[in-house]
Nanobody, 118 residues
């Protein structure tokens, strides 16, 4: 089965950096776009960044220039490098993939907490 396991979250000061990792298994990782979403308390979940199978990237406006998504297909891992963190970046960050295996299915990781605070 498809499994996504996030790690790397934690508490950082404003202006600091974190690198999130998502280890994937159960599908052909290199064939699929990978995504990072985040959800703050009482807020809607939002797409933060995407990297396609061809290494094209997308970022929501609020993180452009600060966050970088990357992937290592040999390790079946997608990363989110977060720099210049702001308190409004505080959220649970989720790894997500939509696979095509006898139908289309959405797969979410368990999430990792990022807290940006003084």
């Amino acid at each position: 089965q498809v499994q996504l396991v996030e790690s790397g979250g934690g508490l950082v000061q404003p202006g600091g950096s974190l690198r999130l990792s998502c280890a994937a298994s159960g599908f052909t990782f290199s064939s699929y776009a990978m995504n990072w979403y985040r959800q703050a308390p009482r807020k809607e979940r939002e797409l933060v960044a995407q990297i396609t199978s061809l290494y094209n990237t997308y970022y929501t406006d609020s993180v452009k220039g600060r966050f970088t998504i990357s992937r290592d297909n040999a390790k079946n891992t997608v990363y989110l490098q977060m720099n210049s963190l702001k308190p409004e970046d505080t959220a649970v960050y989720y790894c997500f993939v939509k696979t095509l295996q006898q139908g289309v299915y959405d797969h979410w990781g368990q999430g990792t907490q990022v807290t940006v605070s003084s």
